[in-house]
């Protein structure tokens, strides 16, 4: 399955830093990773909120992966707003493991 994750830059970099493998480990106040499951949603997360975030360092960017299907079909997929607002939730003990189910490395598009 593709999916996206929109990032800021501080985020890109760490990600950068394992060679486009990996994500990194969430902050203590970040519970959950949520990848999106379309381009539109995940362009509109980094236009909204990561271009205006501090945090972020008004940058944004989109990646993109492969994951195993089979490993992620345990995780429903939650809607949170229209009906393209799809993503999954990821608990954040579960991203080294979630990592390792990345199929080739994660792009930026």
Known sequence: MRLYRPVGQAELDLIANTDYREFPPRLPEQPIFYPV????????????????????????????????????????IQTVGAGYHQEFWIPAEALEEFNRHIIGKIEII
């Open 37 to 76: 499951l379309n381009e539109k949603y995940a362009r509109e997360i980094t236009e909204n909120w990561n271009k205006k975030s501090a945090e972020s360092g008004y940058t944004g960017y989109v990646t993109t992966f492969e994951i195993d299907d089979a490993y992620i079909s345990q995780f429903d």
